[in-house]
C-alpha cells in the first residue's frame, strides 16, 4: 500500500464509489429461449398466448354429456364411444358435445365391453373441466425485468409463447494476470517461478455470475506493458481487473499506474485479507486491482467484482445463507479494519461448531477446507472461545459433517 491513509475505504464505500462513477453501458439483445437459462431479462415479459387454447379435461377419464344425467345413472347398454362418451384423458381437448369429465376410478368395462360406473359413483355436471386460460392467459406477467432466468422460467416462458426475448448482454470482463515471475497452466515451475493459477478461478466465477470473461496473457512487471494491455483492455471490456503487483513491493507497478490513469482512484481496503485492492474509473470503466494471493483474490471477487457484475445486470448480489455457531478458539482483531475469517464446522449434538483456519494453512486447506465464513466488523475487537457467532455458509449443508 502507498501509506496514504486518505485513499483507503471500506469495501462498502469502494464498490459504492465505483457504482457511482461508473458510466454503465448496458447494452440488450434478443436471443432464443434454448440459450436463456442464467441470462437476466431486459423488459418485462409478457405472455403471447392463453393456455389451454380451448378447455381441457383435469384428470383422465370419459367426457360425457350431462343432458344423458339428468334423470341418474343412465342405462349405458347402447352407448357408443365416440358418440355417447370420448376418450379424455388429463390435459386432452375433446368434442364440444360433451361437459362433464369422469374418472377412470369411478367406471369400468364389463367383461362385454359395456360402459359401467362404480357404485358410490355421484355425477356432478361441470366435474373435471379445466377451463381455456387457466394455465396462462394472453398479457400476463410472466417474469419482470431484471429477472436471472433459472430452469423453472423456461417452461413458463414456452407456454406463454416467448421462443424468443431480450436479455442484458453479458458485461465484458477482461483480466490481465501481471507478474515476471508467472508462467502459464501446465508448465513445471523452476526456481522464482509461480504458476498463474488465479485466472481460472477468475474466470468460472465471472461465467457464474453472467459476465463473459476474457483473460489476457501474462504481462511482465514492465510499466510500459503494463499500460498498453490496460489501454487495450479499456477499449473493449466494461470492467477490467488487473490481477497481482497492488501491494508495495519493487515491482508493483499497478497501483501506481492506475492512480496516473484514473479519474477517481482509491487504495487499500480496511478488510483483511486483501488489504491492498485498488480501484479506479478510467474512461467511465471500473478497473480494479486485485492481490495476488489467490485468497485474497477470492475475496476481492467475493465483495467487488460480483458486485460490479450484478450492478451492471441489475440484479441485487447474492447474499449466503448463515447460521450460528460455536467458536472453538478465540479470534484476535483489529478493530479499524473488517476481518475475514474462515472455518471448518462440525457438527455435535445438534449443534455446530467454528474451527478457525490459520492464515498459516496451505493453498488447497484455506481455499477448499472452509465450510463458513465471518466478516467481523469495524469496532469489533476480537471474539472469545466458545462465543456464538454468526458464519455464512460457503458450502451446502449437505456437506457439513
Ligand atoms: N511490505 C508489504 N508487503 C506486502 C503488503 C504490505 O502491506 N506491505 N501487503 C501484503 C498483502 S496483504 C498482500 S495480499 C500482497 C499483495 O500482493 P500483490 O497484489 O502486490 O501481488 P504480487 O506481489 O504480484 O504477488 C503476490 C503473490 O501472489 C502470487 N500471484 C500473483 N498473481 C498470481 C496469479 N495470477 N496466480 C497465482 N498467484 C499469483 C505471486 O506470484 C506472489 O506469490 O502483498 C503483501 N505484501
Ligand atoms: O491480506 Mo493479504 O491480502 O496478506 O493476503
Known amino acids: 500500500m502507498n501509506g496514504n491513509e486518505d485513499l483507503t475505504v471500506t469495501r462498502d464505500e469502494a464498490v459504492a464509489l465505483l457504482k457511482k462513477e461508473w458510466t454503465v453501458n448496458r447494452e440488450t439483445k434478443w436471443i432464443s429461449l434454448r440459450e436463456a437459462a442464467g441470462r437476466v431479462t431486459a423488459k418485462p415479459v409478457f405472455s403471447v398466448n392463453s393456455m389451454p ?29 365416440g358418440a355417447d362418451y370420448a376418450q379424455a384423458d388429463t390435459g386432452d381437448d375433446f368434442p364440444d358435445e360433451f361437459d362433464t369429465i369422469i374418472a377412470v376410478e369411478d367406471i369400468y368395462y364389463d367383461k362385454g365391453g359395456k360402459l359401467c360406473f362404480s357404485d358410490d359413483f355421484v355425477f356432478e355436471k ?34 406463454g409463447g416467448i421462443y424468443q426475448l431480450e436479455v442484458i448482454k453479458k458485461p465484458k470482463v477482461v483480466y490481465i494476470p501481471t507478474g515476471s515471475e508467472l508462467i502459464n497452466v501446465g508448465i513445471k515451475p523452476e526456481r522464482g517461478q509461480n504458476i498463474e493459477a488465479n485466472g481460472l478461478m477468475v474466470s468460472e466465477f465471472l461465467k457464474q455470475w453472467g459476465a463473459e470473461p476474457s483473460c489476457y496473457p501474462i504481462i511482465k512487471d514492465k510499466p510500459a506493458e503494463l499500460e498498453q494491455a490496460l489501454d487495450s483492455a479499456l477499449n473493449v471490456a466494461d470492467i477490467v481487473l488487473i490481477n497481482g503487483g497492488s501491494s508495495k ?30 480501484i479506479a474509473i478510467i474512461g467511465g470503466k471500473p478497473v480494479v486491482n486485485l492481490p495476488g494471493p489467490t485468497l485474497a483474490t477470492f475475496l476481492a471477487l467475493d465483495w467487488c467484482v460480483s458486485g460490479l457484475v450484478h450492478h451492471y445486470l441489475g440484479l441485487n448480489m447474492p447474499v449466503r445463507p448463515k447460521m450460528k455457531a460455536t467458536l472453538e478458539k478465540a479470534l484476535e482483531k ?28 496451505s493453498v488447497p486447506y484455506a481455499l477448499l477446507k472452509a465450510d463458513a465464513m465471518l466478516i467481523a466488523p469495524i469496532g469489533a475487537s476480537g471474539y472469545a472461545a466458545g462465543e456464538e457467532i454468526e458464519v455464512e455458509l460457503l458450502c451446502g449443508l449437505e456437506n457439513l459433517q
Open 334 to 361: 483489529r478493530p479499524d479494519y473488517e476481518m475475514f475469517y474462515r472455518f471448518v464446522l462440525t457438527e455435535k449434538n445438534g449443534r455446530y461448531y467454528a474451527g478457525p483456519i490459520g492464515r498459516d494453512k
Open 126 to 159: 361441470g366435474d373435471g373441466i379445466r377451463k381455456a386460460g387457466t394455465a396462462v392467459e394472453e398479457n400476463d406477467l410472466l417474469v419482470d425485468a431484471h429477472t436471472r432466468l433459472t430452469a423453472v422460467h423456461l417452461p413458463v416462458l414456452a407456454l
Open 249 to 278: 513491493g519493487a515491482e508493483d507497478f499497478n497501483a501506481t499506474l492506475l492512480q496516473r490513469k484514473a479519474a477517481v482512484y482509491r487504495h487499500g481496503i480496511k478488510a483483511i485479507p486483501g488489504k491492498p485492492v485498488a
Open 53 to 81: 387454447v380451448c378447455r381441457t379435461s383435469q384428470f383422465d377419464g370419459i367426457a360425457v354429456k350431462s343432458e344423458n344425467f339428468i334423470d341418474g345413472v343412465p342405462d349405458t347398454s347402447g352407448w357408443v364411444k
